[in-house]
């Protein structure tokens, strides 16, 4: 097989399997739970965090809600000293929607609605007339189970709900003045006129998972575009679809991590590689799943103690570790390029993204920023750096926070997308084989 040809079959696939995690992606839950299933069935093993921390040499996954932990000590010497640093590749789960509030049934003028909150800094005009499902977790009760609370997933793909946008002949203004949206007032979605249904979005909801209304407990429910992910373009160049801030740096994480461990680098001083998937960052990640949560520091003492360390080689091991936060980063926009940095332009496709900011947006420096462009090295792919504008306010990410708990060396990096926070992004699809190859690179130092 030429080079060639073995690029355009490793793009594809990576594209290919994108498109699958995303589809099987509408919840933060969902997304753990597609996750951990790769990993799993590639002979990680799942661990509860109420269990001891394994002390035998493997690979090992841990989930806290819509948040994951992976990592592996299956290629390190027997003898390694309980202080070995860490290669940390983190992320997030989660991404804008419309979240359904706890008392959600109403009515007006003759159609049932349904309550929802706006979750994140969604683009919520994306969010009007698209056929919309429901998915998420919910707590039932049961008691055979810890604390008489059960815990599980759903989701429903049925084109459920609606949000109809006013026509023009009613809003005269909106071709002028642009559209103006109120968040309790117009984003509503509407899922029948008149009586439809009997009962409310409760009972609905327990006849979805199967039981009796009283034993609904609680739920966290959200909507989800039904719009499949898909490749497209002239040659099928990018994959448009909803969720890809995040996921699509998730997904390079797991394939990314699959790869160390199938293939580990003959490293100087070894490392244990490690990716985090963090719920909650589109809100501020202040949670107990978040990146500011005790999730990602309490796991990485774990690791330490149960290869007989102490806190101090816990400490010890932090000073060596390396923390490569991943986010999606702006590609310049061909309709708006005076919105950019104009000496950093992002290219579609032009490979994964350094992000620099001085005031701390971004927790890069410089021998972060050596790190993460030695992966892009090794691993054969461009690197582009991006700023924002002086003049306009600069994102944030899990980055800054996590450099802040653990006192790691941290870099921010990205892969280029259009549209972010829409219901329906698109990003490049030789990015995304670039994009796991130089987080392979990144968890194996040579």
Sequence with gaps: MSSLTRLATEVAEVADGLCAYLDDSPSPFHAVQTAAGLLTAAGFTEVAEVDQTPTAPGHYVVRRGGSL????????????????????????????NLRVKPHPDWTRAGWRMLGVEVYGGALT???????????????????????GVRQH?????????????????????????????????HLAPHWSPGGGAEGGFSDWLAAQVDVPREDLLGFDAMTHDLTPARRIGGDGELVAS?????????????????????????????????????????????SERGAQSTFLPSWLERIVLAAGGTREDYWRALAGTVVASGDMAHATHPNYPERHEPEHPILMNGGPVLK??????????????????????RAGVPMQTFVTRSDLPCGSTVGPMTSALTGATTVDFGAPVLSMHSTREICGTLDQAGYAAALAAFLTPA
Excluded: K, M
Aim: proline letters at 6%; hydrophobic letters at 40%; one cysteine or more.
């Design 153 to 185: 997933l759903w989701r429903c793909d049925e084109p459920l709900l609606r949000v109809s946008q006013l026509a023009v002949h009613l809003d005269r203004t909106v071709r002028t003045e642009g559209l103006r949206l109120n968040d309790q007032q």
């Design 242 to 286: 909803a969720r890809l801030d995040n996921l699509a740096t998730s997904y390079a994480a797991v394939r990314a991590l699959l790869q160390a461990v199938a293939e580990p680098a003959e490293a100087t001083t070894p490392t244990v590689p490690v990716i985090v998937l963090f719920d909650h960052e589109e809100v501020g990640s202040t």
């Design 125 to 147: 005009n994306s969010w009007l007339d698209r056929d919309l499902g429901l998915s998420g977790r919910v707590a039932v009760r049961d008691t055979d189970a810890p604390g």
């Design 356 to 377: 620099v900011n001085t005031n701390l947006r971004y927790a890069t420096d410089s021998p972060g920023a050596a790190a993460f462009a030695l992966a892009c090295e």
């Design 69 to 96: 932990l992976a990592w592996s000590t299956a290629h390190l010497p027997a003898d390694r000293p309980a202080h070995t640093a860490y290669r940390v590749v983190g992320a997030h789960t989660d991404s804008p």
